[in-house]
């Protein structure tokens, strides 16, 4: 089920690993989650380490969905059963040992997470000119306007969403994103993708092969989650309104912003309306 390939990528600490969850409302969530690695043929193990809503969350429901993207932009898609947390055993040992716990004296995890492996989607690749390509088009498509304001309930244009902070990490070309939506059998998908430019504070635009295999699923109106992680590392996480495609690029519509890592871990850093 699990190719050599992916089994590489999970094994390797440093590549991006995004977990999407859905809320006891359905609301998805969508954060890294990089201690997430493969512990046997059938099975993901991850560290419950400063993880409160994404813990809620899978003890609410256990259906979950892994994004995987490495440096050279392969990425790949886990669906999975959560099976529970143990506090003790191998499978804890077994995380302690990985170098980012392994080494330091000051952070150890509470349980490891267990996911039962469902379905893993083919490789999925986008090559660095192809992904000049789609950065071009997004700044293009934000520069001269070419987004029309969408009118599908509540709109995120009254006030900023994203911090400059927030707005800046979404902007980076060198960047990776993550997005989480609900699919018509109430589970939640996660999919890397690259592309994914804030315009402006309240709103993101999608362009890149990554987001297009998934355009059909996306349905306008759909909450979504989109999280960013930068090299420094510094995360954050962003919710909203799917609004659809238009100019070849599509739109999500901005009502969250949350800090997705330390030391604001899970603050949220817009005001509430």
């Not at 977990?19 to 046997?40: A, E, F, Q, R, S």
Request: glycine share 6%; with cysteine; proline share 5%.
């Amino acid at each position: 089920m699990v190719d050599a390939d992916l089994a590489r990528a999970l094994a390797n600490e440093m590549t991006p690993k995004f977990m999407g969850t859905l809320d006891d409302k359905g609301i998805p969530n969508c954060v890294p989650v990089t201690t997430t690695t493969l512990y046997d043929d059938h099975t993901l193990v991850f560290g419950e380490f400063l993880m409160n809503k994404t813990r809620k969350n899978l003890l609410t429901c256990d259906k979950v969905s892994v994004a995987v993207i490495t440096e050279s932009f392969d990425t790949w898609r886990i669906q999975g059963t959560f099976l529970g947390f143990e506090t003790s055993g191998d499978r804890v040992d077994f995380i302690n040992r990985s170098p980012i716990f392994r080494y330091n004296a000051y952070t150890s995890i509470r349980a490891a997470g267990l996911i039962r492996i469902e379905s893993v989607s083919p490789k999925a690749s986008l090559s660095r000119g192809r992904y000049a390509c789609d950065f071009i088009r997004c700044v293009v498509a934000r520069r001269l306007g070419l987004v029309p304001k969408f009118n599908l309930g509540t709109s995120s244009d009254e006030f900023a969403v994203m911090p400059r902070p927030v707005v800046e990490k979404f902007a980076r070309f060198s960047a990776v994103r993550a997005l989480t939506y609900v699919n018509k059998e109430g589970q939640p998908v996660a999919f890397a993708t690259v592309a994914c430019f804030s315009a402006g504070p309240s709103r993101l635009l999608l362009s890149d092969s990554l987001f297009r295999a998934h355009e059909a699923a996306l349905v306008p109106s759909a909450v979504v989650a989109a999280a960013v992680l930068t090299r420094d590392p510094i995360a954050y996480q962003v919710k909203g309104l799917y609004r659809g495609v238009s100019w070849g690029v599509g739109v999500v519509d901005l009502n969250e912003c949350y800090s997705a890592s330390p030391p604001l871990l899970g603050e949220r850093l817009n005001r509430v309306s």
